[in-house]
């Protein structure tokens, strides 16, 4: 049998199988809400400046479409607070259902926004408020995911790196099966892609939607949060208890978080504007670029997760920071050969530093905050570098290219962004090999 940190009354097997369930639920929930959310990415890229904002030469149709973008991002850290608060109140599976029905019902909608020339610039209005909500979702999905699978493991065994890659790992795979649709959706070529084509991978959604609901509803609740429920220890208002204890790790969160978030955007979402429109390659090769990229991050965000527990997850993650800040010069050095094989190289190998700092990341959090408040502090801290970073770096590198004519600027951005990284993650604490089913405090003791 097994201790209540590592699943109650439970046998071996059958928390082996539950934590198998975990990590399938978590995984398979973050791919379809990354799948939602990269397919407005991608859209952006392609069409919405060409459908909302018409009148606008194509930079500042570009920029005002990343800019709807860029919603998403502000509403992260919303969400990270709304569902961060229940996640740690009423569960961490309850949180996830309301999560995915959220971006799913979004995601959906967005099928249906009207062009400018039929209700002019309300259309953009209409998919400003779709993307908030789908900010919001997928900030609150990250936290719970991360948990779900962190909580199932056992407590004597050093895996947490490896585990809590998993949900990670559903970003890549939002990003290839959104890709992947894109593509498809692309074979309508001219008016027929820009009137419906687009609009049929956000139709699909809702199928996803209905297979990640049925999964999460099979799984049970945490381990750890039942403990918690056990002993009387639920916060009344956790977010603000969070705030209040452990401001340093949720802005250390945020902050090495900069030098991931920023070149994944840039590398996923504005390479399809910088591809298409300055280098003047077709839309089906950037996205098939892309989407063999994510297919190689299938292998190596795992195998990061699963390395950071053996060499530590900072360690780790300061390899990954230096290198992804060094590979935007080569990146863009690369790009701008406009070599279609050296292109198609650059890219698919774009996300290999980035996935040295993704595969570590969520353990990384996650085990810096005392369980009773973990959803809310990982989450606020995970989701606040959204508005800091991921939300800003294709308004940011668009805005430099414009101004400097050259894919350098963006590289220096990423080094900077590389160098922040590495002081926070440096200050940021180390659990790699610690018991995270315990409160890190003394107060909790005296919670009722």
């Given amino acids: 049998m097994t201790s209540i940190a590592d699943g109650g009354s439970l046998s071996a097997a059958d928390h082996t199988r539950e934590l198998r369930k975990a990590v399938i639920a978590a995984t398979v929930g973050t791919t379809i809400e990354w799948y939602d959310f990269f397919l407005y990415g991608t859209a952006a890229g392609l069409v919405f400046g060409k459908l909302f904002f018409p009148n606008s030469d194509p930079t500042t149709a570009t920029l005002l479409a990343f800019s709807t973008y860029f919603i998403g991002f502000v509403a992260r850290p919303i969400g990270a607070a709304i569902f961060g608060h229940y996640g740690d109140r009423l569960g ?190 077709s839309r089906n090769f950037i996205l098939t670029a892309v989407l063999v990229a994510s297919s190689v991050s299938f292998i190596s965000i795992p195998l ?67 369980p009773r408040l973990r959803c809310s502090g990982a989450s606020l801290g995970y989701q606040f570098a959204s508005v800091i970073a991921g939300g800003p770096a294709p308004l940011i590198a668009t805005a430099l290219f414009a101004t400097y004519h050259t894919g350098y600027a963006i590289a220096i951005y990423l080094a900077l962004c590389a160098v922040i990284s590495l002081i926070a993650t440096a200050y940021m604490p180390d659990h790699t090999t610690k018991d995270v089913s315990a409160e890190y405090d003394d107060r909790a003791s005296r919670v009722t």
């Fill in 92 to 281: 961490r599976k309850a949180t996830l259902i309301a999560t995915l029905m959220l971006m799913g019902i979004a995601t959906f909608l967005i099928a249906f926004v009207p062009a400018y020339d039929l209700i002019g610039i309300w259309g953009g209005i209409i998919l400003t408020v779709l993307r908030a909500l789908q900010g919001i979702g997928v900030g609150g999905e990250w936290g719970g995911s991360v948990l779900l699978s962190m909580e199932w493991s056992r407590s004597g065994h050093h895996n947490r790196g490896f585990l809590t890659s998993w949900p990670q790992f559903g970003a890549p795979a939002g990003l290839l099966l959104s890709t992947i649709v894109m593509l498809g959706a692309t074979a309508w070529s001219g008016d027929q892609f820009l009137t419906w084509g687009w609009r049929v991978p956000f139709f699909l959604s809702a199928v996803l939607v209905g297979i990640g609901l049925w999964i999460r509803l099979g799984i049970l609740e945490t381990p750890v949060f039942q403990k918690l429920l056990d002993q009387n220890k639920i916060e009344r208002a956790p977010v603000i208890e969070v705030i209040k204890k452990q401001p340093k790790e949720i802005c250390l969160s945020a902050l090495l978080r900069v030098g991931q978030q920023a070149p994944f955007y840039i590398f996923t979402a504005f390479v399809f504007a910088y591809g298409v429109g300055t280098l003047h390659m």
């Fill in 304 to 370: 990061f997760g699963h390395i950071s527990d053996r060499i530590g997850r900072k360690n780790m993650y300061l390899i990954g920071t230096a290198a992804c800040g060094l590979f935007g010069f080569l990146y863009f050095g690369i790009l701008d050969t406009a070599i279609p094989s050296a292109v198609f190289i650059a890219i698919v190998l774009s996300l290999i530093p980035h996935d040295m700092m993704y595969g570590p990341q969520a353990a990384l959090i996650a085990e810096a905050f005392t």
